[in-house]
């Protein structure tokens, strides 16, 4: 039978307002996760980390939420500009194991102007 | 400051011809990884260095792929012969590490097409 490509959850917002954008990860011993945007035709590029005796850590327009009761990772982007339209994967890394991030499979942000 | 470089951008070949991907990490950095990216299966590890020496490749797909760091500026990817299932765009990373929590720096990718 013909292959399905993934289609990959998406978040429309008008310019202006606030993004969340959500990640469960997998591995409930993970310590260190991070986020990344990927812009069509270029890399996944680093934005923001978070390291598990945190729950929150605030960047420049960028929040990360980390709620490990439920496995559960946010990345809260405020005031979204277009520039802002990508692909945002989470990855979750072990310490102590590989430190390899296992990545989610992404969503994405698009924003109207 | 230079990022992680890949060359070429794009790339369309026959399949059966031999394709070589080319990655510069970051200067200082001394871990190296290989990604694959398809709409199917989305980002996928395929192998990765430390210090030039080749740590896990259980994610190359087969005998057809093959990596090198001849030395801590440079390494290459290799499929020989080429597959239109090879089709993907290719990612080169590099980091501090891996023993430590530090984010991977992706270059912006090869688009192999094998027709």
Sequence with gaps: GESVGLHLPTLSVQEGDNSIINCAYSNSASDYFIWYKQESGKGPQFIIDIRSNMDKRQGQRVTVLLNKTVKHLSLQIAATQPGDSAVYFCAEILSGGSYIPTFGRGTSLIVHP | ?115
């Excluded at chain 2, 020496?53 to 080429?82: C, H, W, Y």
């Design chain 2, 1 to 115: 400051d230079a990022g992680v470089i890949q060359s070429p951008r794009h790339e369309v070949t026959e399949m059966g011809q031999e394709v070589t991907l080319r990655c510069k990490p970051i200067s200082g950095h001394n871990s190296l990884f290989w990604y694959r990216q398809t709409m199917m299966r989305g980002l996928e590890l395929l192998i990765y260095f430390n210090n030039n020496v080749p740590i896990d490749d259980s994610g190359m797909p087969e005998d057809r792929f093959s990596a090198k760091m001849p030395n801590a500026s440079f390494s290459t990817l290799k499929i020989q012969p080429s597959e239109p299932r090879d089709s993907a765009v290719y990612f080169c990373a590099s980091s501090l590490g891996p023993y430590s929590n530090q984010p991977q720096h992706f270059g912006d990718g090869t688009r192999l097409s094998i027709l």
